[in-house]
Structures are given as C-alpha cells and as structure tokens.
C-alpha cells in the first residue's frame, strides 16, 4: 500500500503572519523578541529546579542566567555578522539590529559557554555542573526560538511540494529560487528534533537521581552536544540560507566538531573511568 501524502489536510502547510506580533505606538513588540524572553525564563525556571533536585543552591542558576544572556546574544549575533560581512560593510548601523534577525545558535553556544566558564571561576563552583544544570533549558530553548524563523521566513529549506510545506514571500526568497513559492520548515524539524533531545536529556537527569553513582557529572552536557549536533548536520544540509566558510556550510562543520567533543568526552568520563564525584558542592571550586 502506497501512502498518498498529497491527502493529508492543506493544514499542514505553513503561512508565516509576519514578525510583529503588536505594535503600540512607538513600540513595537516582535515575535522573536517575544520568544527569546520565553525562552529564558522558562530555561531560567527549569535549571533552578533541576539544580534543586541535585542539591545546588538555586540561586546561582538565576545569577547565571544573566551572564548566559550577556554573553550568548552579542556572541550570537557577532558569529552572524562575521560570516555575513560583505552584507553588514556596507551598512554597518544594521550590525546592532538583531531584531531583524540574523543570530546564530553556535554563536550564542560559544559566546554563553565563555561567560559560564568565568561565571564557574568567579564563584568557585563547577563549570561541569553548571553545564549539567543549563544543557536541558538550553535546547529547549532552542526549541522555542526555532519559531521565531517561522515568523521572520527565515532558516528555510529548499523548495518542496510536501503537504507540510512552508510559504516564503517573495521578497524572502533568494534569486535563484524566487519561482517557488514552497520550502521545507526546517525551522519545525529543528524545533521537533530539539524537543526529542530534551525529553532524553531529562529522561537520563531524572534516572541519574534514582542512581547517582551510574552518572557522572558532565554527563548532559557533553550529551547535548552530539545529540543536537546530529538533527543540525542532517537539517542543515536542507538550508538554502547556510552560513558558508568557502564550499563548506558551517554550521555542518561545527556539527561534526560538536559530535567529536561530545562522543570523546562521554568515553573520558565513562570509558576512561575518571573519577568525578556524582554531585559537586557548590561551595567546592571547579
């Protein structure tokens, strides 16, 4: 039996509204900006919890959250324009207009994980635990900024005519493909592979809690890593908008670097046997 897809209900194809959710006078309010907020307290919220259930004092997790953010957008935003420059030379006023979009995860990965290693140093606690804490509130936030894609039309893939195709105005097209009218939402598939990774993620927290001399810490952190990093290898390969470093889509090559890491340090931790306590005291220097 052959499964029609061209059945399915006409639902399932995607029409962005636009970026602005309200515009009230001056003051504009943009899905985008709207999500990134969702984002951070919910992440902000569910990390204090996890690093209760670990014996953590909360409170470090909402102190953090505000380096996280002073460090993850400017770094997100700055690995964007570096890769995008002969777009911003010309027009360098439109460097600080993230609003508009244009940021980029493995900027904001970077840029957070620089800012939590001096976080970590500052206050004498363990960047592992740390990133144990943030790792599950870090890709399901990225679960829910993938849709501020959605409401800019961008991060789109090549053209397609499946039922749960997505709409791109013209004006959002590139050249090459400005006679289609229908590409994939890679913004959905990162978003559903983003909230796979989480449920895994807490599924080995929580299990980690009834069996804690099974999992080291460190454990979720460098987990993320390949585990996001192998839904982004295989999407990215479907993006018509990929950063590019010469023939190459970097956001592949950060991938495959991020699958090494993760894969490398979950066999330190577990093959290697190094001897890291299964909950590291706040109060205890990384």
Known sequence: MVLDLSTLPLAFQFTSPGPILVKLGAITIRWYGLLIATAVLIGVNLSQYLAKRRHV???????LAIWLVIGAIPGARLYYVIFEWQKYVSHPEQIIAIWQGGIAIHGAIIGGAIAALIFAKLN??????????????LILGQAIGRW???FNSEAFGSPTDLPWK?????VRRPPELANFEYFHPT?????????MVFLLLMFIFLRGLRNKSKLKVGTLALLYLPTYS?????IEG????????????????????GIGLGLAGLAWLYVVKRQLPDVVSPNKSD
């Open 238 to 257: 479907l993006r018509t908008d990929s950063l590019m470093l010469g023939p190459l889509k970097m956001a592949q090559v950060i991938s495959l670097v």
């Open 148 to 150: 501020g894609n959605f």
């Open 230 to 234: 192998l839904g982004r290898l295989w």
């Open 166 to 170: 997505l709409y791109i105005p013209l």
């Open 124 to 137: 004498r606690v363990s960047f592992w635990q740390l990133a144990d804490l943030v790792a599950p509130s």
């Open 57 to 63: 004092n909360p409170d470090l997790l909402s102190d």
């Open 187 to 195: 913004f959905l598939y990162e978003s559903l592979w983003n909230v």
